[in-house]
């Protein structure tokens, strides 16, 4: 997300209910999300921490937001004909009207891009500073009862953007890349593809998917980025 002004990318998205505002804790040797307390909930027990001493404030939530393909500084895109850029092996799956095919490419050593279904919602409190004098007030105890943060460092999570549904791919090829084709042709202010419901190119190694189970928002939608208040 360097090349985009939303935080941190994370390469394997995290449930919401374990990963939102206010919630603390770190990434081990295998990057997976090691939660030690959320401080969004004050029911939660958070097994001896002081509280935040200033009031939290929550930011109203956006829920609307539409996103088309994010990609790295080093990946271009290029529209292509429908002809050209349709596999026998999309053509024979295809689950709906394709209106634009796009091929992603970098002309350095690797590439990445983000897919990310519609509408993305994002979450986030403002000031970091309450953070920040939690951090000062409980570093003694957070050393003592999670010495590994001092390898992999501590995060407080302070503002999240969320997806039901998403696709990601990274590769350090030179001039490797994907096709995608998308159900739209129009290309929203600001993006280099169209944003909405996509299909990737069969011939395509290298994507990772996720899929939240559940309908609802808040409890299984998957974050893509985040910002840290303090590492």
């Given at each position: 997300?360097?090349?985009?002004?939303?935080?941190?990318?994370?390469?394997?998205?995290?449930?919401?209910?374990?990963?939102?505002?206010?919630?603390?804790?770190?990434?081990?040797?295998?990057?997976?999300?090691?939660?030690?307390?959320?401080?969004?909930?004050?029911?939660?027990?958070?097994?001896?921490?002081?509280?935040?001493?200033?009031?939290?404030?929550?930011?109203?939530?956006?829920?609307?937001?539409?996103?088309?393909?994010?990609i790295s500084a080093?990946t271009k895109a290029?529209?292509?004909?429908?002809?050209?850029?349709?596999?026998?092996?999309?053509?024979?799956?295809?689950?709906?009207?394709?209106?634009?095919?796009?091929?992603?490419?970098?002309?350095?050593?690797?590439?990445?891009?983000?897919?990310?279904?519609?509408?993305?919602?994002?979450?986030?409190?403002?000031?970091?500073?309450?953070?920040?004098?939690?951090?000062?007030?409980?570093?003694?105890?957070?050393?003592?009862?999670?010495?590994?943060?001092?390898?992999?460092?501590?995060?407080?999570?302070?503002?999240?953007?969320?997806?039901?549904?998403?696709?990601?791919?990274?590769?350090?090829?030179?001039?490797?890349?994907?096709?995608?084709?998308?159900?739209?042709?129009?290309?929203?202010?600001?993006?280099?593809?169209?944003?909405?419901?996509?299909?990737?190119?069969?011939?395509?190694?290298?994507?990772?998917?996720?899929?939240?189970?559940?309908?609802?928002?808040?409890?299984?939608?998957?974050?893509?980025?985040?910002?840290?208040?303090?590492?």
């Amino acid at each position: 997300m360097k090349n985009h002004p939303f935080g941190t990318a994370l390469y394997t998205p995290q449930p919401y209910r374990l990963f939102h505002p206010g919630s603390v804790g770190y990434f081990d040797s295998n990057s997976s999300w090691n939660p030690i307390v959320d401080l969004s909930s004050p029911s939660d027990p958070a097994a001896g921490y002081t509280p935040v001493a200033e009031r939290l404030e929550r930011a109203p939530s956006e829920t609307s937001i539409q996103w088309g393909p994010k990609i790295s500084a080093k990946t271009k895109a290029h529209k292509v004909g429908l002809k050209a850029g349709l596999s026998t092996a999309v053509s024979a799956v295809m689950p709906f009207d394709i209106g634009a095919w796009y091929r992603f490419s970098s002309e350095g050593e690797g590439g990445a891009i983000l897919l990310a279904k519609s509408p993305v919602r994002h979450e986030k409190y403002y000031y970091e500073s309450p953070f920040k004098v939690w951090i000062r007030d409980n570093a003694t105890l957070l050393l003592n009862k999670r010495t590994e943060i001092v390898d992999y460092g501590l995060w407080i999570v302070t503002s999240t953007w969320s997806v039901e549904e998403c696709a990601i791919n990274v590769w350090s090829e030179t001039g490797h890349g994907v096709s995608v084709g998308f159900k739209t042709s129009a290309v929203g202010l600001g993006e280099l593809a169209p944003s909405g419901e996509w299909h990737e190119d069969g011939r395509d190694e290298g994507w990772l998917k996720v899929k939240a189970e559940e309908v609802s928002i808040d409890p299984s939608t998957y974050n893509l980025s985040d910002f840290r208040a303090y590492v």
